[in-house]
């Protein structure tokens, strides 16, 4: 299997698919349907406004998750060509990546944006934890998609002789 751009196939893939996965998986921790995840991954921009939106700001969200998944992905996929270990143990650094994943969005990322109900900084045990959870499911996808299509890559060393 030649694949003509396996590094972007990697970020795109999976981007993508850790991306819905994890609106998914906050449906499924906060019990609502997908459609409010949406919602309020829009009010990361558009603020309380977002849930009183349709259709169109459900799809802003699925955009902007995707977005911000690919982005992720790209991190993880151009450190993984750099740093051998991170294709070699997949696992662990995919784990560590959620960890780390999880930490900026929670408490960077968020608490930046303009996200509705603005940051409860209560703690809540329950939720931090399947949120962890989560997080830690999308760094080993993303690690997994790195893994796989980096042996698809051409070599540095065969990239110079073309």
């Not at 993508?16 to 449906?27: F, I, K, N, R, S």
């Not at 045990?125 to 999308?138: G, W």
């Amino acid at each position: 299997m030649h694949l003509r751009h396996p590094i972007f196939t990697a970020i795109l893939s999976g981007g993508c698919v850790a991306g819905t996965l994890d609106v998914g998986m906050a449906a499924l921790i906060y019990q609502l349907n997908p459609v409010i995840i949406l919602h309020a991954i829009a009010s990361g921009v558009l603020g309380k406004p977002a849930f009183q939106g349709g259709t169109g700001v459900a799809v802003l969200g699925l955009a902007l998750q995707w977005v911000m998944s690919w982005l992720i992905a790209a991190i993880y996929v151009f450190a993984a060509q750099r740093i051998g270990w991170l294709n070699r143990w997949w696992v662990a650094a995919g784990v560590s990546y959620g960890i780390a994943v999880f930490v900026v969005m929670n408490y960077i990322v968020r608490p930046l944006s303009a996200a509705w109900p603005p940051t409860d900084f209560h703690f809540h045990a329950e939720r931090f934890f399947e949120n962890l959870a989560a997080m830690l499911v999308f760094g080993l996808i993303i690690s997994y998609f790195a893994r796989i299509f980096s042996n698809l890559a051409p070599s540095r060393e065969s990239a110079k002789l073309d």
